[in-house]
């Protein structure tokens, strides 16, 4: 994975445990999903709501499944990821779009909208 001079968060918490700066994991983890909701709600990054069902959104649209039991329906987080990476590799015929390939978000954004919609 490129990391694209970003760190991932886990990367942050370690770093912070070493120096000495207290930074519990799940405030972190919580951060991440705030980023992940931010990116998934704005309609000029993720736009997840144009196909979209998600709790708390509004003019949601209905051409993909409804983002609920996330955890349920892919307790594989890394298959979660993979599929907002690149949908195409698993259904070739998916309107979602490949959001990683086209650099449409960066790794680290995909890794909050990861959390975020497995929070869900």
Not at 24 to 30: G, K, Q, R
Not at 84 to 108: A, Q
Request: proline letters at 7%; a positive charge.
């Amino acid at each position: 994975m490129k990391l694209k001079g970003k760190l991932p968060v886990m990367m942050l918490v370690v770093m912070a445990a070493v120096s000495g700066i207290s930074m519990p994991l799940a405030s972190a983890n919580e951060e991440l999903i705030a980023k992940g909701k931010e990116i998934s709600f704005d309609r000029k990054k993720g736009n997840c709501l144009t196909c979209h069902q998600i709790a708390g959104g509004t003019l949601m649209g209905n051409i993909g499944p409804p983002l609920i039991a996330m955890k349920a329906r892919f307790p594989d987080k890394a298959k979660l990821r993979a599929d907002i990476w690149d949908m195409t590799k698993r259904n070739p015929h998916t309107m979602m779009p490949p959001f990683g390939k086209y650099g449409v978000l960066t790794d680290s954004e995909i890794d909050a909208v990861t959390e975020f919609v497995h929070s869900l």
